[in-house]
């Protein structure tokens, strides 16, 4: 490996002197030189810009993704410039263990086709999901890390760089500042008369060559002063350009909100109506509940004298009982069949009762004065 000395020990004392002049500035034993009201404004807005930027990426990828070890391991794959492999979400996975309980229960039972409704329903909503999560991750994700990664990167490289310049000028001043001094004096004690009968002439000399030198010294520092500063207002003037493109930063991010926005919305109104979908399948399927919460009256049926033909009964001449009726909720709505059966609607609430001769699936319903028979498999009875 070429290891060039010399360049080492300059670059070795560049950096001693621009810590000497940081430490002097910090404790007030040197001149700093300041940046314009404007530059600052632009600085720490900057600033802010990336500290927000930062907190709302981290925030909104933990929302599209809440678990850590997922998110480690897509950045893993990121690094390594590789395809992350295709993970299925939560909802597709709950929609397949349903779907694979309803076949053991089977799925003629009312709760196995209910399994096999909710399960279809899930993995649609899945589905919905990672198109949500693809969406988001191109149009709100993606730019906010380019800025993160790149903008503000080259930002910060031109902000030290500025910086460095800004110590180096600082330090060229001061240097400046102390030959001028030394000049000052060299050239006092040069104007004195020599005395030749009490001093050497050699003192003289000295002090005439040291004014020289001084002299020399002070062109060369207001060179370097020069050239320091010309450094440091091309480097500012970068550095500016590059914060005043903070704005059309703002501009982009903008518009990637509005984008993550509107697919916020379309994603929660697909699941609303896949849910709303679901609530219809399953009105239009026998309710279980309702099942077991009719048995008291189909026992009363099953122990009844015994089973007349429907047809045979004459709703007009059916009269309530004294005693045993009870209200019910209507579960689902239900359009009668014929003459003998009551129309219902769902959440209502109706009088039933049961009638000798009657099948035990049917229970005579009232509202008002109507009255017909009604499936017991779309009431809930109420004690």
């Known amino acids: 490996m070429d290891f060039n000395v010399k360049k080492f020990a300059s670059g070795a004392g560049l950096f001693f002197t621009r810590a000497v002049q940081f430490t002097e500035e910090k404790l007030g034993q040197a001149e700093k030189t300041e940046l314009d009201a404007h530059f600052e404004n632009l600085l720490s807005r900057a600033d802010c810009t990336k500290l927000w930027t930062e907190k709302i990426y981290r925030q909104t990828e933990a929302l599209l993704q809440p678990n850590p070890s997922a998110r480690i391991e897509e950045f893993l794959y990121e690094k390594l410039d590789r395809k992350a492999p295709s993970r299925v979400t939560n909802g597709e996975l709950l929609g397949q263990y349903m779907t694979d309980a309803a076949k053991e229960f089977g799925p003629g039972t009312p709760y ?30 993606t730019p906010l890390r380019n800025f993160l990664e790149g903008d503000w990167r080259t930002i910060s490289k031109e902000r030290r760089l500025l910086e460095n310049l800004r110590l180096d000028l600082d330090a060229c001043k001061t240097r400046l500042k102390k030959a001028k001094v030394a000049e000052a004096k060299a050239a006092c004690d040069g104007e004195m008369a020599p005395d ?37 207002d091309r480097q500012a003037e970068v550095t500016r350009l590059l914060l005043e493109g903070i704005s059309s930063t ?57 089973p007349v033909e429907t047809d045979t009964l004459k709703i007009e001449e059916v009269q309530a009982p004294a ?28 009088t039933v009762y049961t009638v000798p001769g009657m099948d035990c699936d049917w229970l005579m319903g009232e509202r008002g004065n109507q009255r017909g028979k009604v499936p017991v498999t779309y009431l809930e009875l109420l004690s």
């Open 112 to 141: 196995g086709g209910t399994l096999i409704e909710v399960g279809e329903c899930e993995r649609r909503l899945g589905a919905a999901e990672r198109e949500f999560l693809q969406t988001s991750a191109i149009s709100f994700l």
């Open 323 to 350: 005693t045993g009726s009870r209200k019910a909720k209507v579960l689902y709505d239900y359009d009668a069949a014929d003459s003998s059966e009551l129309s219902l609607l769902a959440d209502e609430l109706i």
């Open 250 to 306: 703002h501009v982009n991010h903008l518009r990637c909100l509005h984008e993550f926005v509107e697919a916020q919305a379309a994603y929660y109104k697909q699941c609303h109506f896949h849910m709303q979908e679901l609530q219809k399948e399953l009105g239009r399927l026998p309710d279980a509940f309702a099942l077991n919460s009719t048995n008291s009256a189909a026992s009363a049926c099953s122990a009844s004298e015994g």
């Open 196 to 232: 030749f009968q009490e001093t050497r002439p050699r003192n003289y000399v000295l002090s005439a060559s040291a004014s020289a030198l001084w002299s020399e010294e002070v062109e060369k520092a207001e060179h370097e002063l020069r050239v320091a500063q010309t450094e440091f």
